[in-house]
């Protein structure tokens, strides 16, 4: 299984580069990673699962974050796409057309600093899925 980032914008270098980086390259050691930068997004075209984070959206724990991720390696999900907006939220039609929305937060987060939450939850959700003691 392929993960793919679609962050809208383009990263700013420096620390949250910085972090993007280090938290793609831990991903990496599970399974291939693909950063999509764009200044406008759309639903990718290849298979998989697309899931959009929107804070009106249900929450979950990073263990059931970690089974949601789990299934898809054991159903042999070929692209799991995971969407951020930007400072002006998304295009029409992109919500609508995701397979599954998640909420990190009722609260707005600064669209730099979800990129690293996101990647961050789903190194984490490796770690849980390998029984590694990084999830604590």
């Not at 620390?15 to 990718?44: G, H, W």
């Amino acid at each position: 299984m392929r993960i793919a980032f679609c962050f809208s914008g383009k990263t700013f270098k420096g620390p949250i580069f910085d972090l993007v980086k280090e938290y793609k390259d831990r991903v990496s050691r599970y399974t291939p990673v693909e950063l999509i930068e764009a200044k406008t997004l759309k639903l990718q075209s290849r298979p998989g699962f697309h899931i959009i984070l929107t804070p009106d959206a249900k929450s979950m724990t990073s263990e059931a974050f970690a089974s949601l991720i789990g299934d898809h390696l054991l159903r042999g999900t070929k692209n799991l796409f995971f969407y951020t907006g930007g400072p002006a939220g998304y295009e029409p039609g992109l919500i609508d057309a995701a397979n599954l929305k998640i909420s990190f937060s009722t609260m707005t987060f600064n669209h730099q600093l979800i990129r690293i939450m996101l990647l961050e939850q789903v190194y984490r959700a490796f770690t849980i899925i390998h029984g590694e003691p990084y999830h604590k």
